[in-house]
C-alpha cells in the first residue's frame, strides 16, 4: 500500500473549512439533488475501487471531492480517516473518524474505528466514553464490556474494571475467563479473600475441575496461608489422589513447610507419572541444575528425579538432553555421551544437542566417534561452521591430513561470521598443514588468523611453538611467546613455549626460570614440559637432575619421539 502523499495530507486537513463553506451554500433543511445523489454513489463506489487496486491517493482525492458535494458523507470522513490511520498519521485521522462518528454515531464500526484511535494516541478516558457509549446502546454484546474494563485496567481503575467484568457475568454466566481475570485483580489490589472467593465460585459452578481447586490452594501457598491450602490439597486429594499437578503442588506445599524429605517424595510421586507435562518437568529440574551448582547435597535427589523423569518420558528428548546436560557438568562425560546419543536418536533437530555430542567425543579423546558424528551433523547442518571444525579436529587427531584440510577449508566460508571460530578453525588447518611439513601454508594459516584476531593468545602461543620447534624466526617466535603471555599470565603451556624458545636462542638460565613458572602453574603433570625441564637442565650441566625428569616424563606418557634415547644416552641427540 503506497503512503498519501504530503501534499494530499494538506488537500485533506482543510476539508473541515471546506464543508463548511460547502454548508454556507445550502439551506439547513435542504438535502441533495437527485443528480448529486447519484455521483456521490458513482464516485464512492469508483473511490472504494481504487482503494482495493491499491491506488490509495487517487481514492483520497475522490473522497475529498465527494465532501464537497455532500459534506455530510460519514463514509467519507471514515475513509479518508482509515486511509490516514494505515499511514500511521493518526493525529492527522482523528478529526475525520470524529466527524464520521458525529454524523452517524449509531454505526459502530465508526464508533470502534474512532475509539482505536484515540487509543492509539493514549487518549484513554475519550476512547473509554465512546466503549461506554457502545455498551448502553448494545447492552447483549459483551464485547463492548471486555473493552471498558480492559480500558479501566490501562487507566488504573480497578474497581470499575471488576463491575464492568460482573456486566459479563450477567449476560455469559461464570467463567474461567472472567473470574481468573478478577482474581488477578483482587490480588493486585491485595484483597486476598475477595480472590480467594472468585476461585470458590468458579469451583462451585464447575465441581469437576479439580484444577480450580489447585489454583485456589496455589493462592494461598503463595500468601502463606497454609492451613487453608492443606484443606484444599485435602479436597483435591479425595477428588483425585494420582492427579500429578497435585503432587507437584503439594511438594510445593511442603517445601515453604520447611518439611524438606515430605515434598522430596511429593516431587517423587509426581515424576513417576507420564500424564505430567514433560515441561513442567523440565522446569524442577532446572532449579535443581541451579541449586545443584553450590548444593552438592541435593544432587542424590536431582539425579533420582532424572532417572524417573527418563523412565516415565522413554521416548522425549528433553528428558534425556536434561540429564546429559546434569552429567555433562558433573564430569561425567561418557554417560553424558550415552545420554546425548539418546537425545538425538529421539530428536535430530537441535544443532545445539549435536554440538555437545560431538564435544564430550572431542573430551573423551575419541576422534574416530568425533569424526563420525560431527559428519551426520553435517548432513543435517551443513551452514554450521563449528561442525566443520569439529570434523577437522577429528581428522587431525586420527591423523587423516588429507580429509582434514578438505573439511577446514571448506568450512572457512562457513565460519567467517565468528571472527573467534575462524581463528580456531585456521589454527587447526596450521596445525595439519605443520604435521604434513607445508610450512609455507601452515604459516600462511596463522597469519591469515591472526589478521582476524591478532590479540588471540592460543594463535600467538601456537605459531610461536611451531616455528620454534623448526628453530625459524626465533626473534619473531619469542615477541609473539612474550605477547600470548601477557595476554593470558599463569598459563603453564604458554610458558613452556617461552622457556623453549629461549633455549633454542641459547639463553638456558633464561628458560631454566619460564620452565619453572610453567611447572609452578601445573605443568609438572605434562611430559612435555617436564622433558623440556631435562632439557634445558642438561644444557645447564645438571645431567643427574635432567635424566631424573626425562625419566618422569617418560612415565606420564605425553613426551617426544627421541626422550627413550635421550634416557639410554644420558644425554641430548
Same mark, same amino acid.
Given at each position: 500500500?503506497?503512503?498519501?502523499?504530503?501534499?494530499?495530507?494538506?488537500?485533506l486537513?482543510?476539508?473541515?473549512?471546506?464543508?463548511?463553506?460547502?454548508?454556507?451554500?445550502?439551506?439547513?433543511?435542504?438535502?441533495?439533488?437527485?443528480?448529486?445523489?447519484?455521483?456521490?454513489?458513482?464516485?464512492?463506489f469508483?473511490?472504494?475501487r481504487?482503494?482495493?487496486?491499491?491506488?490509495?491517493?487517487?481514492? $483520497?482525492?475522490? *473522497?475529498?471531492? @465527494?465532501? +464537497?458535494? =455532500?459534506?455530510?458523507? %460519514? !463514509?467519507?470522513?471514515?475513509?479518508?480517516?482509515? &486511509?490516514?490511520?494505515?499511514?500511521?498519521?493518526?493525529?492527522?485521522?482523528?478529526?475525520?473518524?470524529?466527524?464520521?462518528y458525529?454524523?452517524?454515531?449509531?454505526?459502530e464500526?465508526?464508533?470502534?474505528?474512532?475509539?482505536?484511535?484515540?487509543?492509539?494516541?493514549?487518549?484513554?478516558?475519550?476512547?473509554?466514553?465512546?466503549?461506554?457509549?457502545?455498551?448502553?446502546d448494545?447492552?447483549?454484546?459483551?464485547?463492548?464490556?471486555?473493552?471498558? $474494563?480492559?480500558? *479501566?485496567?490501562? @487507566?488504573? +481503575?480497578a =474497581?470499575?474494571?471488576? %463491575? !464492568?467484568?460482573?456486566?459479563?457475568?450477567?449476560? &455469559?454466566?461464570?467463567?474461567?475467563?472472567?473470574?481468573?481475570?478478577?482474581?488477578?485483580?483482587?490480588?493486585?489490589?491485595?484483597?486476598?479473600?475477595e480472590?480467594?472467593?472468585?476461585?470458590?465460585?468458579?469451583?462451585n459452578?464447575?465441581?469437576?475441575?479439580?484444577?480450580?481447586?489447585?489454583?485456589?490452594?496455589?493462592?494461598?501457598?503463595?500468601?502463606?496461608?497454609?492451613?487453608k491450602?492443606?484443606e484444599?490439597?485435602?479436597?483435591?486429594?479425595?477428588?483425585d489422589?494420582?492427579?500429578?499437578?497435585?503432587?507437584?503442588?503439594?511438594?510445593?506445599?511442603?517445601r515453604?513447610?520447611?518439611?524438606?524429605?515430605?515434598?522430596?517424595?511429593?516431587?517423587?510421586?509426581?515424576?513417576k507419572?507420564?500424564?505430567?507435562?514433560?515441561?513442567?518437568?523440565?522446569?524442577?529440574?532446572?532449579?535443581?541444575?541451579?541449586?545443584?551448582?553450590?548444593?552438592?547435597?541435593?544432587?542424590?535427589?536431582?539425579?533420582?528425579?532424572?532417572d524417573?523423569m527418563?523412565?516415565?518420558?522413554?521416548?522425549?528428548?528433553?528428558?534425556?538432553?536434561?540429564?546429559?546436560?546434569?552429567?555433562?557438568?558433573?564430569?561425567?562425560?561418557?554417560?553424558?555421551?550415552?545420554?546425548?546419543?539418546?537425545?538425538?536418536?529421539?530428536?535430530?533437530?537441535?544443532?545445539?544437542?549435536?554440538?555437545?555430542?560431538?564435544?564430550t567425543?572431542?573430551?573423551l579423546?575419541?576422534?574416530?566417534?568425533?569424526?563420525?558424528?560431527?559428519?551426520?551433523?553435517?548432513?543435517?547442518?551443513?551452514n554450521?561452521?563449528?561442525?566443520y571444525?569439529?570434523?577437522?579436529i577429528?581428522?587431525?587427531?586420527?591423523?587423516?591430513?588429507?580429509?582434514?584440510?578438505?573439511?577446514?577449508?571448506?568450512?572457512?566460508?562457513?565460519?567467517?561470521?565468528?571472527s573467534?571460530?575462524?581463528?580456531?578453525?585456521l589454527s587447526?588447518?596450521?596445525?595439519?598443514?605443520?604435521?604434513?611439513?607445508n610450512?609455507?601454508?601452515?604459516?600462511?594459516?596463522?597469519?591469515?588468523?591472526?589478521?582476524?584476531?591478532?590479540?588471540?593468545?592460543?594463535?600467538?602461543?601456537?605459531?610461536?611453538?611451531?616455528?620454534?620447534?623448526?628453530?625459524?624466526?626465533?626473534?619473531?617466535?619469542?615477541?609473539?611467546?612474550?605477547?600470548?603471555?601477557?595476554?593470558?599470565?599463569?598459563q603453564?603451556?604458554?610458558?613452556?613455549?617461552?622457556?623453549?624458545?629461549?633455549?633454542?636462542?641459547?639463553?638456558?638460565?633464561?628458560?631454566?626460570?619460564?620452565i619453572?613458572?610453567?611447572?609452578?602453574?601445573?605443568?609438572?603433570?605434562?611430559?612435555?614440559?617436564?622433558?623440556?625441564?631435562?632439557?634445558?637442565?642438561?644444557?645447564?650441566?645438571?645431567?643427574?637432575?635432567?635424566?631424573?625428569?626425562?625419566?618422569?616424563a617418560?612415565?606420564?606418557?605425553?613426551?617426544?619421539?627421541?626422550?627413550?634415547?635421550?634416557?639410554?644416552?644420558?644425554?641430548?641427540p
Amino acid at each position: 500500500m503506497r503512503i498519501v502523499s504530503h501534499t494530499i495530507l494538506i488537500a485533506l486537513s482543510v476539508l473541515l473549512s471546506l464543508q463548511a463553506v460547502a454548508q454556507k451554500k445550502r439551506k439547513k433543511d435542504a438535502g441533495l439533488s437527485y443528480d448529486d445523489q447519484r455521483r456521490v454513489t458513482e464516485m464512492f463506489f469508483e473511490a472504494n475501487r481504487q482503494k482495493m487496486l491499491g491506488n490509495i491517493e487517487d481514492a $483520497a482525492l475522490l *473522497y475529498r471531492d @465527494i465532501l +464537497k458535494i =455532500d459534506a455530510k458523507n %460519514a !463514509a467519507s470522513f471514515y475513509e479518508i480517516s482509515n &486511509i490516514m490511520t494505515a499511514a500511521e498519521q493518526l493525529q492527522e485521522a482523528l478529526p475525520f473518524a470524529q466527524r464520521a462518528y458525529e454524523l452517524d454515531a449509531k454505526n459502530e464500526w465508526y464508533a470502534l474505528f474512532l475509539a482505536e484511535i484515540m487509543r492509539g494516541l493514549n487518549d484513554l478516558n475519550g476512547a473509554l466514553k465512546i466503549y461506554k457509549k457502545l455498551a448502553e446502546d448494545h447492552p447483549s454484546k459483551i464485547e463492548y464490556q471486555y473493552e471498558m $474494563a480492559t480500558t *479501566y485496567l490501562y @487507566i488504573g +481503575k480497578a =474497581d470499575e474494571a471488576i %463491575a !464492568a467484568y460482573n456486566k459479563i457475568e450477567e449476560v &455469559i454466566g461464570v467463567s474461567e475467563e472472567i473470574s481468573v481475570q478478577k482474581e488477578k485483580i483482587y490480588l493486585q489490589l491485595d484483597k486476598l479473600p475477595e480472590a480467594a472467593k472468585e476461585l470458590e465460585n468458579l469451583i462451585n459452578n464447575y465441581p469437576g475441575e479439580q484444577r480450580y481447586l489447585g489454583m485456589l490452594a496455589e493462592v494461598y501457598t503463595a500468601n502463606d496461608m497454609l492451613d487453608k491450602a492443606f484443606e484444599v490439597y485435602g479436597r483435591m486429594l479425595k477428588n483425585d489422589p494420582d492427579d500429578p499437578i497435585l503432587h507437584l503442588n503439594l511438594a510445593e506445599y511442603y517445601r515453604k513447610r520447611g518439611e524438606y524429605d515430605r515434598s522430596f517424595e511429593e516431587l517423587k510421586v509426581a515424576f513417576k507419572s507420564s500424564s505430567l507435562n514433560i515441561d513442567n518437568k523440565i522446569q524442577v529440574m532446572m532449579s535443581y541444575y541451579n541449586l545443584t551448582e553450590s548444593e552438592n547435597k541435593l544432587l542424590a535427589q536431582a539425579y533420582e528425579l532424572l532417572d524417573l523423569m527418563t523412565a516415565a518420558h522413554p521416548k522425549e528428548a528433553k528428558a534425556f538432553a536434561m540429564k546429559a546436560d546434569f552429567l555433562l557438568r558433573d564430569g561425567k562425560t561418557e554417560e553424558a555421551r550415552q545420554a546425548f546419543y539418546t537425545t538425538v536418536t529421539l530428536d535430530s533437530s537441535r544443532f545445539p544437542i549435536w554440538n555437545q555430542l560431538v564435544n564430550t567425543s572431542y573430551q573423551l579423546g575419541d576422534y574416530a566417534a568425533m569424526e563420525k558424528d560431527s559428519k551426520a551433523a553435517l548432513e543435517l547442518f551443513p551452514n554450521q561452521g563449528m561442525l566443520y571444525l569439529l570434523n577437522g579436529i577429528a581428522h587431525n587427531g586420527l591423523k587423516n591430513y588429507k580429509a582434514a584440510i578438505s573439511i577446514l577449508t571448506e568450512g572457512e566460508t562457513f565460519a567467517r561470521t565468528d571472527s573467534y571460530m575462524y581463528a580456531q578453525l585456521l589454527s587447526v588447518l596450521a596445525d595439519v598443514y605443520n604435521s604434513t611439513k607445508n610450512y609455507t601454508e601452515s604459516d600462511a594459516a596463522f597469519e591469515k588468523a591472526l589478521a582476524r584476531e591478532p590479540t588471540n593468545a592460543l594463535l600467538l602461543n601456537n605459531y610461536a611453538y611451531f616455528l620454534s620447534l623448526r628453530k625459524d624466526r626465533l626473534d619473531k617466535a619469542e615477541e609473539m611467546s612474550r605477547r600470548s603471555n601477557v595476554l593470558a599470565p599463569r598459563q603453564s603451556s604458554y610458558q613452556d613455549t617461552y622457556a623453549w624458545i629461549l633455549f633454542q636462542q641459547g639463553k638456558f638460565e633464561e628458560a631454566k626460570e619460564w620452565i619453572q613458572k610453567a611447572f609452578d602453574n601445573g605443568g609438572q603433570k605434562s611430559g612435555v614440559i617436564v622433558e623440556h625441564y631435562g632439557d634445558i637442565l642438561y644444557r645447564l650441566g645438571q645431567t643427574d637432575e635432567a635424566l631424573n625428569l626425562w625419566k618422569r616424563a617418560r612415565e606420564l606418557g605425553d613426551h617426544s619421539d627421541e626422550l627413550p634415547a635421550k634416557i639410554e644416552s644420558r644425554k641430548l641427540p
